[in-house]
């Protein structure tokens, strides 16, 4: 499209003028001009040529002179419409009045051709410079409304509602995941295999943002499609692993902890695909981690066996499952959160209930990177099987 350029001025010659100097520009279709003689006749102008962005004004006009216009172009607010004034060289001071008025550059008469098209070119480059930024800002407005809406699609997957079965009082659960950004690659689930059997899985997708947000709705729709079959926790795993073999184009993997606690017994049967270990609460408030099966993260290498464990939850005993975000946290002095301290602040708080454990390590994980922008998911799933 060419550019539409309005010349306003009441000199009756200059539209031949103009019209002769830029024959070859206004024949390629590079420029179009528009003229008006005065700054009412150039405001009717812009309602019928609301494509107009670049406008040679004089400043000595009938009914509206040229510093009037700019005033009114101004209350326009359009910032990809350009003024340059065209007046004589000894008509300074009002040339000045009309750069400090927003005018983006000044043309002296009488009008030296050569330089009044090295200041259209330069200017209509300056515009075409806006009009880039502005469509780039339009492009990230609209990713930022799709990364809202995935980030929502995202959080509506997961569990968010607790107590998510009131019926059962034999065990209390409780889970949540705040992502580095729109959108991560962490999650958790709990689902009833049956009346006395419940699933708990937690994960951690290889990577960030939009591909690890996919990667995660893949892994955890497949684990969970699986684990309902009432497979072994191993054999879940296993499987799983090689459907993602099968469909992971891109080189990523996922992290796994897949565990079976059967309300009826209190035993735990689990396997972990390169998870952190989770921590076992003790009813006397001790903490221990739980013995790790090392079997490898899933997408990795196809054709491998996850090896399980198990274990007794007693009444008041319960587990807590967390992904590296909790643990590999920043503070300001680029120190990470560790082990160690997550285990302290664990320790002695399986007297309060789960959801205070859960919000506990939320709130000294987000103390202790105050400041710090979040590098990584953090995402925790805890469960407590009740005392008798």
Do not use: W
């Not at 019926?167 to 889970?175: K, L, V």
């Not at 499987?239 to 309300?263: H, K, P, Q, R, W």
């Not at 005993?317 to 560790?338: K, R, S």
């Amino acid at each position: 499209m060419p550019e539409r350029i309005m010349v306003v001025d009441d000199e009756p010659d200059l539209e031949s003028l103009i019209r002769q100097r830029f024959r070859r520009q206004i024949r390629d279709g590079e420029y179009d001009f528009v003229f008006a003689y005065n700054g009412l006749e150039a405001l009717s102008r812009l309602l019928e040529f609301p494509d107009i962005n670049l406008i040679l004004s004089d400043i000595n006009m009938p009914e509206m002179d040229g510093l009037t216009l700019l005033a009114k172009l101004n209350e326009l607010k359009n910032p990809n419409l350009k003024t340059v004034i065209v007046s004589a060289y000894g008509d300074m001071d009002n040339i000045r009045t009309a750069m400090n008025r927003g005018a983006f550059d000044f043309v002296t008469k009488p009008v030296d051709f050569t330089d009044l098209e090295t200041t259209i070119n330069k200017t209509i480059r300056e515009l075409q410079i806006l009009r880039q930024a502005q469509q780039e800002h339009d492009q990230l407005l609209a990713i930022q409304h799709d990364l809202t809406i995935a980030r929502n699609i995202q959080q509506s997957i997961l569990p968010k509602v607790f107590p998510p079965f009131p019926e059962r009082n034999d065990f209390d659960i409780y889970a949540g995941m705040t992502p580095a950004k729109e959108v991560g690659g962490d999650f958790y689930d709990f689902f009833l295999i049956d009346k006395d059997r419940l699933g708990l899985v937690i994960g951690d997708v290889s990577g960030k943002g939009i591909p690890a947000a996919i990667f995660m709705a893949v892994s955890r729709t497949l684990l969970k499609a699986t684990a309902l079959k009432g497979l072994p926790t191993g054999e879940c795993l296993s499987y799983v692993n090689e459907l993602i073999c099968l469909e992971s184009t891109a080189s990523m993997f996922v992290t796994i902890f897949y565990g079976i606690f059967n309300t009826t017994t209190g035993e735990l049967e689990y396997a972990n695909g390169g998870h952190n270990p989770p921590y076992l609460l003790k009813a006397d408030g001790s903490v221990q981690l739980l013995e790790m099966t090392n079997g490898m993260a899933l997408g990795v290498m196809e054709e491998l066996d996850y090896q399980m464990k198990s274990i007794a939850l007693h009444s008041g005993d319960g587990l807590f499952l967390y992904t590296d975000g909790v643990t590999e946290a920043f503070n300001a002095a680029g120190q990470i959160y560790t082990d160690e301290r997550l285990a302290k602040l664990l320790a002695g708080s399986n007297t309060h209930p789960i959801k205070e454990i859960v919000q506990k390590v939320f709130q000294d994980v987000h103390e202790y990177s105050t400041g710090i922008e979040q590098s990584d998911d953090i995402t925790i799933l805890a469960m407590r099987r009740s005392a008798d």
